[in-house]
């Protein structure tokens, strides 16, 4: 009982250290810098890669869109190219939806942990995305079908399956924290915290590694794999921010998250922003992210462009 | 300055305000329309019947009745006459007796009846203030009995020294057994009337005045030929009322006065043998129906006749479920957003509750469950069919209404609640916490699903006895005002920034390791 207890810390204690609570995120960040109107640029996939495209962000190819019922058994037709692809929900969040087909034949595709699924169970995934199972709110969605990113080696002992990438906040322009999130057993291959992913944090600076935990604890190596987390390094460190800050000329949102996987032919990519990141990025990199909000408030100069706010960033413009 | 224009400041006031709001209307129901923080207040109704019977001996007959008239120590619910053949007068809340008169009759015996309910008869002080009356006569009575008069209130003076003469001669004459001197006044079987006339001569004798009191004491089921009596004696520049068997002071609760001094009870003209007989009868009522009533004597008519209260009872019942919706939805509010547990879906948990609160909590926690169980397993064999999601969702809805009405079935054959209860499940609610548990057992793991619907059980099971209490309950519909102080509350929560309950363990880690 007591030990429990000992388990909570006052919230004066949480305060002095910076750390930001889901309140104070959606009505102090959220609702401030995130105009409601501007959600839809994030919350669809399909045209959040247009925009990204058109501002010269690197994302994963788009193979098709499955907007109708009727569509859906053309489903070969439009990945024929192709040996491999991705089907997700154009609104899905949290990875939930992310279908990944590694190889397939006439009736059988085969996921990255080498389950094979029928034609059948494939065309009830994306019946289920379209309408609207995993979208915001239910509402009816369409299905995006896009090119596997193929991750690079460099992680592969550090991720047991699934696709590792690099969570950036980017407050006003200017990347504030950053992680990387690494899927293991528990998690069954996906990138969210809450599942059981590994959450690496990096050094804005200097991408890094700070320190790692699973399930809210602090850990030194990856569950499955057993590589050292402090070992970790993300190559093209700068490319990452650059994304993450374009991310904001595009948008226009004053607060949020920008989802990066390192392809190895095509470097970083954007895979997807979120509007409303999640606050297990400071756990992870054992620094409250209301104080590096503050500090942004208070010091960093304003009217950059998106090159100079990383510039400012990495320390490279005084 | 700008600090007292933000939104939390203003919705600060508000809140205050609506408080202040509530305070005040729970005083005005409770001092004018009689209402009270506890649920199921019952008031005593007391009818009293005052059946007065004559023979006419051919002249024309008036009969003259004293009724009780308006005072703070009762109220009247209503009042009328039984007078077959008698011109009955008006009556009006101040008029003091009951006229009624005929032609000359003849023939047998004439009956009338008076009827008067009275509610919330409360302890009065029995005190009028008046311009002093004149001084008493000295009573005519030989030398012999003056003596002991005399005698006497220089016993009862030295034995009850603290008291106020009328006390003190009560509670001399009433001494057991009695003073040799008190048997030469008075016998020793007395009748009340014999008792209140020996008291009323001896404050002549002392110079007190006083006068005799008829009334009637509220006793269930009573049937009396006459009157109770209470002498009344002018001290200290008021009344003051006082028991004659024990000499206290002031009217008791029970008692309720129809007439004072010389006048009678009763006047019969052109009548012989007359005779009034009471009965007393009590009955017992919510106190809330009685509402409207202390409305209209406290002049206060208007304002009841405009509120929930003056409503048909259906149409009350249905307002007395609403009005304890918002409690529970800030139930709710705060256990999302000061404590921070999630839920599946916002107000499913408080819809759980409210159907909780119509199946019972034992019976409700079962056909839950076994709902909830059944629709998980066709829901994973549905899954299998590879179905749409809407018609997926409408089988189960349509599985979920069938387990309900086998669980009705089975449930009456063995005379075990649960299943005609079931029936008041949110049936559309019901097969979304199947669906949503079953995607989030396929995705996140049995685990995940388990913790959101344990979790929203939990909230639900909270809410559930916030909202089942009968004083809560009461309290949220007769004092309806505080739904506003409800509304603002959650409006300011709308704007706590705080950190929840469970963000303190969930960060922890972020100062733990500073150490």
Sequence with gaps: MFGWFSSFVSPGRLKEAGVMGMNDR??????RYNKRSLYPLVDDKVQTKILANKIGINTPRMIGVIEFQHQVKNILEIVK???EFVVKPAHGSGGQGVLVIRSYTADSFETPSGRKISFKELYQHVSNILSGLYSLGGKYDVALIE???HFSDIFKNFSYQGIPDVRVIVYKGFPAMSMMRLSTAASGGRANLHQGAVGVGLDIKTGLPLKAVMYNKPILKQPDTGADLMQLKVPFWREHLEIASLGYDMTGLGYMGADIVLDRDRGPMMLELNARPGLAIQIANGIGLAGRLKEIDETYPTGLNAQERVDYVLGRLK | MKKFFSVRCILTYL????????????YYKIEYWGFNFAPKQNTNIWTIEAHVSFMPNGEPIK??????????EFKILEEDVVANGFKVGKINKNTPRI?????PKDGGEQNLYYRVLLFDNVDGKGRIKATPPKKPDMPVMDDQVREVAKELLKLAKTQYPDDEWP???????NQTPPEPTVVAFLPMKKSQKDMAQAVKTLLATEGVPSRIARGIKLVENKKSTSADLMIEAYVNGKWKLFNLKTGEKGLPKNFVIFQRGGDSLLDVEGGEDSVVKFSVLKSITSSFKLAGKRAELADQKVRFDYSIYNLPLAEQNTLKWLSIFPLAILVVVVMRNVVGIQTMGTFTPMLLAMALTKTGFAAGLIAFGVIIALGLFIRFWLSKLNLLLVPRISAVVIFVILIMQILTIVGYQFDFKIGLSAVFFPIIIMAWIIERASITWEEDGAMNACREVFYSLIVAIITYFIVSSEYIRHIMFAFDELNLVILFTVMLLGTYTGYRLTELTRFAPLVKDKK
């Design chain 2, 15 to 26: 809140l205050v305000l609506s408080a202040v709001y509530a305070a005040y209307a729970a």
């Design chain 2, 99 to 103: 006229i009624a008169t005929a032609k």
């Design chain 1, 147 to 149: 090119e596997l990113v």
């Design chain 1, 81 to 83: 190219d192709y040996k």
């Design chain 2, 167 to 173: 006390a003190r001669i009560i509670k001399l004459l």
């Design chain 2, 63 to 72: 009969v003259s009745l004293a009724r009780p008239t308006a005072s703070n």
């Design chain 1, 26 to 31: 959606n009505y102090s960040i959220i609702a």
